[in-house]
């Protein structure tokens, strides 16, 4: 069988004890198939009894046991250390925290802060009496169709890894978060709840408009929740209950409105109807720069070839449930 | 010290319903402990479904239901429990079903259900393979909309009474390392499972180490029916990770080396749907018999096949399991079969309580996996599980905040925190001479071969044997983290030694049965002998140290045992 | 070598159009048919997807469709952010049945159905899978030999990858096989994954600049000598608001922002006119 010799580069820390993190170096003999919550634990029961780290189910379902593998979140359990070695062409992996979190020791982070975030954003079912029955004698009827719009957004198992690698959270304290924001949708779109659609506003509060749509949640979930996908669909739901009034919002309906035209993107227009005059003026600057480097096309497009047939389509979509 | 009216030890499916219920209770002042948080508590593991007669799919009702829960308990359950449980089913199941639960549905809106082993009819309730996850991702949001107070990541040590009425327990916050009394009017024992004690195969969590049974071990509260241990058919190959009973239930079908669906040798009528104990048996005698496969490691499987499923099926019903075989064992089950072979999974045994959750010492319960009402008896069926954890949570969440008003505190004696200081101390002082990781495989190894699948007097000898030695050796460990912030090895070992107190139960149990039942499959007593066991055992730890076995009658109401045919 | 459909995406169409003038021109010199659909709609930039989910599925539906129709079997793009769009409809519609029917209902309504044989592509995917590395080097008549290069990559060709796939979203390599063949050397920063902010640039301006500005100190202090991007819209962010992205984080340098195309074209020999260069707005001394 396959073996090979792997370099464990582990991070430590103490805060109690230590003054700095440091890395600690690891040498063990894997076998192929072996994961990386596997190799842990013959480090920790082998060689190191004071490494500390999480694990429970060792089956990806418990969200125990993220880290960061050669600096992307992973769940330890549910990836093979010869495949991350491949992915980087090394024998030596770097394991770390998750970040964005304070360090509690070693690969251990303290989940309350993203925890608490959540929830704050009433992250449960608050049941409508006009749709969910008074009585235990009777189920709610949800058609499988109306499951599927939140049924992928049920599978988070709260690891935290988007959490850890979000840009908007790192950059933004107040942002609500991946995980956090996706179980508002999951709740904002099931028809028992009794806040529905309003449950956006939560949303806008946790300053969803900031995501920067990085994909680095969708990239990283162990469990293929696409966090960012519920954002944007609930910004779309803000919209719908009436927070129209802002620069997200707005940056929205000139979108809409200008492949509706011509089938293609105004960007000349963008600034004002994304921002008024504000837009146009905060952004002058580099507008004259790019006029002057002929990179402005003129204000007036051109619609598409079969211009009638996307009319179409845009519409009908609008229509269907 | 800290004061609570209730702590619940476990944060799975029984801790979080019984919370639940007492924060009805306006007033109460209530704790959730739990040495995980409670969303990564092994119920989240659970794939197939929940039982309830709800007759979505096919005309159902409970009796059916506790009929085959009976008949699949090998009719060493107590039946009044039993009819009280698949009762509630199907008000518990829209219970959950109305906090939000998103369970699969049929076309017409209803909750689907699915066929599941020893069951007449399509009964489990599911979210395609992931019903415990979503299960106790419901269950804890809810706690968080009633306010529920968590002890994230505290680990309960031991548990403190005056002999008759409970006074509260010790634990240690992980975080901190700090050691704590925690006084309570009733505590709500929730710790799950203890198939860990399988260490090298088992479909368990690395925590299901049965703290609560040791914990009511060394507080004088007996357990029962403790030999009876299910292995599960379907473990993935290499690491005894399941795959669930419902894609059995969906159709797959299990093949041996002649390319064979060898069921129709053990249970012509049921295949591969007859209940666990039996599939277990089968799969093992196959390969005992030289029909199973066997890896370059020299791992002995048999396949189980879904590929006549569909891709779409498959995706549908099945994504966690197809996703969990690509991962652990490099295959696709659109495309390939997938290697299993059975895995230590479920305790049937536990602590000894009533259809309430009571233990002998008033304000102690247990529910769930953790206790032993009993409604499983010898084996349990697929989907009981999750239903016997919210049913005797919730009624002993009830009952425990309907009896705590108006009560006082008991005497909680301040030497009891003391003692655990020094327990953990001598641990720290061990001597060392004895490694964790080694007597952990020994146990294992000893439970496997002498209180697995099959057993025999001799081989159940040698593992009590060999249980006691390392009971012996373990005192020599020592805890070389000396670290007060998050010291797993401190837990680890800690956990180990409960593994080794509970694994002695078992095989005591399982040496006294001198017949088989259910999962207690002796081949020196092939049969089972109503006349003189069709009783509970019961073992309780005694001043001197030492265990001992009584009986205890079954409740039999509708059904007359009678042969078990599938 | 079989014809391709363009699809230049918005941003080459407009403010970015050296991308589009350097793409074209690339195409010519390595003999590269590329055709653009004059029916090609914006793909929305997932900006429809906030207004309603089907929609942007619908109306990327529709521009796969009509390379379909038109015999193509493959689109290649040069915008990173329509490369995800429009492979992210695609795969949404070739896992999910029901949807696809319901989609394309509403593309029957314009005369089209959705066959899922099409395949989306991004410029520089394409010529590592037509060209190879080798074919590329045999075809570079200035070498950039010396040249120091920071490949920049964002967000939208390497992530999800349960959507992009081409690479590993955790270690790409597509951009520095590249920039090697042109005989360049790519320099390797930690921030070459990271986000520009673009997309978030109307609701945060502050927040997306810090992170531009973050990306451009990273370029500088691998001593970088320019940073070449896949992405029109990460480009904008860290070409024509440079100044701005530097202020945010408190620096002042300049450093040039290259579309892959227009490094590959300089590699291949074709004037700076023919590449838009005089239209970076950080200019470009070549
Ligand atoms: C892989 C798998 C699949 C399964 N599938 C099904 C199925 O489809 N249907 C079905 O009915 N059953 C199924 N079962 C069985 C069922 O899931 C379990 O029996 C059930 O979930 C146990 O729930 P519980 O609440 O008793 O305990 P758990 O969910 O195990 O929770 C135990 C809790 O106790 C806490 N705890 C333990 N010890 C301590 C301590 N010392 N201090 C503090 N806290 C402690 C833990 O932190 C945890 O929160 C399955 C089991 C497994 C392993
Ligand atoms: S896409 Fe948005 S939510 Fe997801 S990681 Fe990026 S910034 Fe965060
Ligand atoms: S969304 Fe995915 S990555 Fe984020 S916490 Fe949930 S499971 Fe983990
Ligand atoms: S140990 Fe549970 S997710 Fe990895």
Same mark, same amino acid.
């Given at each position: 069988?396959?073996?090979?010799?792997?370099?464990?580069?582990?991070?430590?820390?103490?805060?109690?004890? %230590?003054?700095?993190?440091?890395?600690?170096?690891?040498?063990?003999?894997?076998?192929?198939?072996?994961?990386?919550?596997?190799?842990?634990?013959?480090?920790?029961?082998?060689?190191?009894?004071?490494?500390?780290?999480?694990?429970?189910?060792?089956?990806?379902?418990?969200?125990?046991?993220?880290?960061?593998?050669?600096?992307?979140?992973?769940?330890?359990?549910?990836?093979?250390?010869?495949?991350?070695?491949?992915?980087?062409?090394?024998?030596?992996?770097?394991?770390?925290?998750? %970040?964005?979190?304070?360090?509690?020791?070693?690969?251990?982070?303290?989940?309350?802060?993203?925890?608490?975030?959540?929830?704050?954003?009433?992250?449960?079912?608050?049941?409508?009496?006009?749709?969910?029955?008074?009585?235990? %004698?009777?189920?709610?009827?949800?058609?499988?169709?109306?499951?599927?719009?939140?049924?992928?957004?049920?599978?988070?198992?709260?690891?935290?890894?988007?959490?850890?690698?979000?840009?908007?959270?790192?950059?933004?304290?107040?942002?609500?978060?991946?995980?956090?924001?996706?179980?508002?949708?999951?709740?904002?779109?099931?028809?028992?709840?009794?806040?529905?659609?309003?449950?956006?506003?939560?949303?806008?509060?946790?300053?969803?408009?900031?995501?920067?749509?990085?994909?680095?949640?969708? %990239?990283?979930?162990?469990?293929?929740?696409?966090?960012?996908?519920?954002?944007?669909?609930?910004?779309?739901?803000?919209?719908?209950?009436?927070?129209?009034?802002?620069?997200?919002?707005?940056?929205?309906?000139?979108?809409?409105?200008?492949?509706?035209?011509?089938?293609?993107?105004?960007?000349?227009?963008?600034?004002?109807?994304?921002?008024?005059?504000?837009?146009?003026?905060?952004?002058?600057?580099?507008?004259?720069?790019?006029?002057?480097?002929?990179?402005?096309?003129?204000?007036?497009?051109?619609?598409?070839?079969?211009?009638?047939?996307?009319?179409?389509?845009?519409?009908?979509?609008?229509?269907?449930? | 010290?800290?004061?609570?009216?209730?702590?619940?030890?476990?944060?799975?499916?029984?801790?979080?319903?019984?919370?639940?219920?007492?924060?009805?209770?306006?007033?109460?002042?209530?704790?959730?402990?739990?040495?995980?948080?409670?969303?990564?508590?092994?119920?989240?593991?659970?794939?197939?479904?929940?039982?309830?007669?709800?007759?979505?799919?096919?005309?159902?009702?409970?009796?059916?239901?506790?009929?085959?829960?009976?008949?699949?308990?090998?009719?060493?359950?107590?039946?009044?429990?039993?009819?009280?449980?698949?009762?509630?089913?199907?008000?518990?199941?829209?219970?959950?079903?109305?906090?939000?639960?998103?369970?699969?549905?049929?076309?017409?809106?209803?909750?689907?259900?699915?066929?599941?082993?020893?069951?007449?009819?399509?009964?489990?309730?599911?979210?395609?393979?992931?019903?415990?996850?979503?299960?106790?991702?419901?269950?804890?949001?809810?706690?968080?909309?009633?306010?529920?107070?968590?002890?994230?990541?505290?680990?309960?040590?031991?548990?403190?009474?005056?002999?008759?009425?409970?006074?509260?327990?010790?634990?240690?916050?992980?975080?901190?390392?700090?050691?704590?009394?925690?006084?309570?009017?009733?505590?709500?024992?929730?710790?799950?499972?203890?198939?860990?004690?399988?260490?090298?195969?088992?479909?368990?969590?690395?925590?299901?180490?049965?703290?609560?049974?040791?914990?009511?071990?060394?507080?004088?509260?007996?357990?029962?029916?403790?030999?009876?241990?299910?292995?599960?058919?379907?473990?993935?190959?290499?690491?005894?990770?399941?795959?669930?009973?419902?894609?059995?239930?969906?159709?797959?079908?299990?093949?041996?080396?002649?390319?064979?669906?060898?069921?129709?040798?053990?249970?012509?009528?049921?295949?591969?749907?007859?209940?666990? +104990?039996?599939?277990?048996?089968?799969?093992?005698?196959?390969?005992?018999?030289?029909?199973?496969?066997?890896?370059?490691?020299?791992?002995?499987?048999?396949?189980?096949?879904?590929?006549?499923?569909?891709?779409?099926?498959?995706?549908?019903?099945?994504?966690?399991?197809?996703?969990?075989?690509?991962?652990?064992?490099?295959? +696709?089950?659109?495309?390939?079969?997938?290697?299993?072979?059975?895995?230590?999974?479920?305790?049937?045994?536990?602590?000894?309580?009533?259809?309430?959750?009571?233990?002998?010492?008033?304000?102690?319960?247990?529910?769930?996996?953790?206790?032993?009402?009993?409604?499983?008896?010898?084996?349990?069926?697929?989907?009981?599980?999750?239903?016997?954890?919210?049913?005797?949570?919730?009624?002993?969440?009830?009952?425990?905040?309907?009896?705590?008003?108006?009560?006082?505190?008991?005497?909680?004696?301040?030497?009891?925190?003391?003692?655990?200081?020094?327990?953990?101390?001598?641990?720290?002082?061990?001597?060392?001479?004895?490694?964790?990781?080694?007597?952990?495989?020994?146990?294992?190894?000893?439970?496997?071969?002498?209180?697995?699948?099959?057993?025999?007097?001799?081989?159940?000898?040698?593992?009590?044997?060999?249980?006691?030695?390392?009971?012996?050796?373990?005192?020599?460990?020592?805890?070389?983290?000396?670290?007060?912030?998050?010291?797993?090895?401190?837990?680890?070992?800690?956990?180990?030694?409960?593994?080794?107190?509970?694994?002695?139960?078992?095989?005591?149990?399982?040496?006294?049965?001198?017949?088989?039942?259910?999962?207690?499959?002796?081949?020196?007593?092939?049969?089972?002998?109503?006349?003189?066991?069709?009783?509970?055992?019961?073992?309780?730890?005694?001043?001197?140290?030492?265990?001992?076995?009584?009986?205890?009658?079954?409740?039999?109401?509708?059904?007359?045992?009678?042969?078990?045919?599938? | 070598?079989?014809?391709?459909?363009?699809?230049?995406?918005?941003?080459?169409?407009?403010?970015?159009?050296?991308?589009?003038?350097?793409?074209?021109?690339?195409?010519?010199?390595?003999?590269?048919?590329?055709?653009?659909?004059?029916?090609?709609?914006?793909?929305?930039?997932?900006?429809?997807?906030?207004?309603?989910?089907?929609?942007?599925?619908?109306?990327?539906?529709?521009?796969?469709?009509?390379?379909?129709?038109?015999?193509?079997?493959?689109?290649?793009?040069?915008?990173?952010?329509?490369?995800?769009?429009?492979?992210?409809?695609?795969?949404?519609?070739?896992?999910?049945?029901?949807?696809?029917?319901?989609?394309?209902?509403?593309?029957?309504?314009?005369?089209?159905?959705?066959?899922?044989?099409?395949?989306?592509?991004?410029?520089?995917?394409?010529?590592?899978?037509?060209?190879?590395?080798?074919?590329?080097?045999?075809?570079?008549?200035?070498?950039?030999?010396?040249?120091?290069?920071?490949?920049?990559?964002?967000?939208?060709?390497?992530?999800?990858?349960?959507?992009?796939?081409?690479?590993?979203?955790?270690?790409?390599?597509?951009?520095?096989?590249?920039?090697?063949?042109?005989?360049?050397?790519?320099?390797?920063?930690?921030?070459?994954?990271?986000?520009?902010?673009?997309?978030?640039?109307?609701?945060?301006?502050?927040?997306?600049?810090?992170?531009?500005?973050?990306?451009?100190?990273?370029?500088?202090?691998?001593?970088?000598?320019?940073?070449?991007?896949?992405?029109?819209?990460?480009?904008?962010?860290?070409?024509?608001?440079?100044?701005?992205?530097?202020?945010?984080?408190?620096?002042?340098?300049?450093?040039?922002?290259?579309?892959?195309?227009?490094?590959?074209?300089?590699?291949?020999?074709?004037?700076?006119?023919?590449?838009?260069?005089?239209?970076?707005?950080?200019?470009?001394?070549?």
């Amino acid at each position: 069988m396959e073996k090979k010799e792997v370099v464990f580069r582990i991070k430590r820390f103490n805060p109690k004890r %230590d003054s700095e993190p440091y890395y600690q170096e690891y040498r063990i003999t894997v076998p192929k198939g072996m994961t990386i919550l596997e190799a842990l634990h013959v480090i920790k029961d082998e060689i190191d009894p004071t490494l500390a780290f999480r694990s429970f189910c060792r089956s990806a379902i418990c969200g125990s046991c993220a880290v960061k593998v050669n600096g992307f979140p992973k769940l330890a359990c549910k990836t093979q250390v010869f495949s991350e070695l491949d992915k980087f062409g090394t024998d030596t992996l770097t394991l770390e925290p998750l %970040d964005n979190m304070e360090v509690i020791r070693d690969l251990i982070v303290d989940w309350d802060k993203p925890l608490k975030k959540m929830e704050e954003m009433k992250p449960y079912l608050i049941p409508d009496p006009s749709v969910v029955p008074s009585t235990l %004698d009777e189920e709610t009827r949800v058609y499988p169709e109306e499951l599927k719009k939140y049924d992928r957004f049920t599978d988070c198992i709260l690891c935290t890894s988007c959490f850890s690698a979000c840009t908007a959270a790192q950059m933004d304290e107040g942002y609500g978060g991946p995980f956090q924001l996706a179980r508002v949708y999951r709740f904002a779109v099931d028809k028992r709840d009794a806040l529905k659609e309003e449950r956006a506003k939560i949303g806008y509060a946790y300053d969803m408009w900031n995501c920067v749509r990085c994909e680095k949640c969708a %990239d990283v979930c162990p469990k293929h929740v696409g966090p960012v996908d519920g954002i944007m669909r609930l910004r779309g739901l803000s919209i719908k209950v009436g927070l129209k009034d802002n620069p997200g919002a707005r940056h929205v309906f000139a979108f809409y409105k200008s492949i509706l035209e011509s089938g293609l993107l105004n960007e000349v227009l963008l600034p004002l109807r994304a921002k008024g005059i504000k837009g146009v003026l905060e952004n002058l600057p580099v507008g004259i720069k790019m006029i002057l480097k002929g990179k402005a096309h003129s204000p007036i497009m051109r619609p598409i070839a079969e211009h009638e047939n996307l009319v179409k389509v845009m519409k009908a979509a609008m229509e269907v449930e | 010290m800290l004061t609570y009216d209730i702590v619940i030890v476990g944060a799975g499916g029984g801790g979080l319903y019984a919370a639940l219920e007492t924060s009805r209770r306006k007033g109460l002042k209530v704790a959730v402990l739990s040495k995980v948080y409670p969303t990564r508590s092994h119920t989240g593991a659970a794939q197939g479904g929940i039982n309830a007669a709800l007759g979505n799919v096919a005309p159902d009702s409970p009796e059916k239901h506790a009929y085959d829960t009976v008949k699949g308990s090998d009719f060493l359950a107590d039946q009044d429990a039993v009819e009280l449980m698949c009762e509630m089913a199907p008000k518990i199941i829209r219970e959950m079903e109305h906090m939000g639960l998103p369970f699969s549905r049929l076309p017409d809106g209803r909750i689907a259900q699915r066929p599941f082993g020893g069951a007449s009819f399509p009964r489990t309730c599911y979210a395609a393979d992931k019903t415990g996850h979503v299960m106790l991702q419901t269950l804890y949001e809810q706690c968080i909309r009633f306010g529920v107070e968590f002890l994230n990541e505290w680990f309960a040590l031991s548990l403190v009474h005056n002999g008759e009425r409970i006074a509260g327990l010790t634990a240690v916050n992980l975080r901190t390392g700090e050691i704590v009394g925690i006084r309570a009017k009733a505590v709500i024992l929730a710790t799950g499972g203890h198939t860990r004690i399988y260490w090298k195969r088992t479909s368990n969590a690395l925590g299901n180490t049965g703290d609560g049974p040791a914990m009511a071990l060394r507080a004088g509260v007996p357990l029962k029916d403790m030999e009876f241990v299910q292995f599960h058919p379907t473990g993935l190959r290499r690491t005894g990770i399941l795959v669930t009973e419902g894609a059995r239930g969906e159709g797959g079908y299990l093949i041996n080396a002649e390319g064979e669906r060898f069921m129709k040798r053990y249970a012509p009528e049921k295949m591969e749907l007859a209940p666990r +104990d039996l599939v277990s048996r089968a799969i093992e005698t196959e390969i005992m018999e030289g029909r199973g496969f066997e890896d370059e490691e020299g791992n002995k499987f048999v396949y189980l096949d879904l590929r006549h499923l569909g891709r779409k099926k498959i995706l549908e019903r099945l994504p966690q399991i197809r996703e969990l075989a690509i991962d652990f064992e490099g295959v +696709d089950p659109i495309e390939e079969p997938i290697p299993i072979r059975p895995t230590a999974h479920y305790s049937m045994g536990g602590i000894d309580t009533d259809k309430y959750g009571r233990t002998v010492i008033k304000g102690l319960y247990a529910v769930g996996e953790c206790g032993c009402v009993s409604v499983h008896g010898a084996n349990r069926l697929g989907g009981n599980s999750l239903l016997d954890i919210v049913v005797f949570g919730k009624i002993a969440g009830e009952d425990a905040a309907e009896s705590v008003v108006g009560l006082e505190l008991v005497d909680f004696p301040e030497v009891e925190v003391k003692e655990q200081e020094e327990r953990i101390k001598s641990l720290f002082d061990g001597e060392g001479s004895e490694k964790l990781s080694q007597l952990r495989r020994e146990l294992s190894d000893a439970m496997s071969e002498g209180v697995g699948i099959f057993r025999d007097e001799e081989r159940i000898k040698r593992a009590l044997e060999k249980v006691r030695e390392i009971k012996e050796r373990a005192k020599k460990l020592k805890v070389y983290d000396r670290e007060l912030t998050f010291n797993t090895n401190l837990q680890q070992t800690l956990e180990f030694l409960n593994m080794v107190e509970v694994a002695e139960t078992i095989a005591l149990g399982a040496l006294e049965r001198k017949e088989s039942r259910g999962a207690h499959a002796r081949t020196d007593y092939p049969k089972r002998d109503d006349e003189n066991f069709l009783k509970h055992s019961v073992i309780r730890r005694g001043e001197d140290g030492e265990l001992r076995l009584t009986w205890k009658p079954v409740v039999i109401t509708k059904f007359q045992p009678e042969e078990r045919k599938y | 070598m079989e014809k391709v459909a363009f699809y230049p995406g918005c941003a080459a169409k407009g403010a970015s159009k050296e991308l589009y003038e350097s793409t074209v021109a690339v195409a010519q010199e390595l003999g590269i048919p590329l055709v653009e659909l004059p029916q090609f709609s914006c793909c929305g930039a997932g900006v429809l997807e906030e207004v309603k989910e089907v929609l942007d599925i619908a109306v990327n539906a529709r521009n796969l469709a009509l390379a379909e129709r038109e015999g193509f079997k493959t689109i290649v793009t040069v915008c990173s952010t329509c490369l995800l769009v429009l492979r992210k409809a695609k795969h949404i519609l070739d896992n999910d049945d029901e949807l696809r029917e319901k989609v394309n209902k509403i593309l029957a309504e314009a005369g089209l159905e959705y066959r899922g044989e099409v395949e989306v592509k991004h410029f520089h995917w394409y010529l590592l899978d037509e060209l190879g590395e080798d074919g590329l080097r045999e075809r570079v008549k200035k070498p950039l030999s010396g040249l120091k290069v920071y490949p920049y990559y964002g967000c939208h060709t390497v992530r999800p990858y349960e959507v992009l796939g081409y690479e590993p979203s955790e270690n790409p390599r597509s951009l520095e096989r590249i920039v090697k063949a042109l005989g360049a050397e790519p320099v390797s920063g930690e921030r070459r994954l990271e986000c520009c902010g673009f997309h978030a640039f109307w609701p945060n301006p502050k927040g997306s600049m810090v992170l531009t500005g973050l990306n451009l100190k990273d370029a500088k202090s691998c001593g970088a000598d320019c940073i070449v991007t896949p992405c029109p819209l990460c480009h904008m962010n860290l070409d024509a608001n440079q100044d701005r992205a530097l202020k945010a984080v408190g620096e002042r340098f300049s450093i040039p922002v290259l579309h892959v195309p227009q490094l590959v074209g300089l590699a291949l020999g074709i004037e700076p006119k023919r590449l838009g260069l005089h239209r970076n707005i950080v200019p470009v001394n070549c």
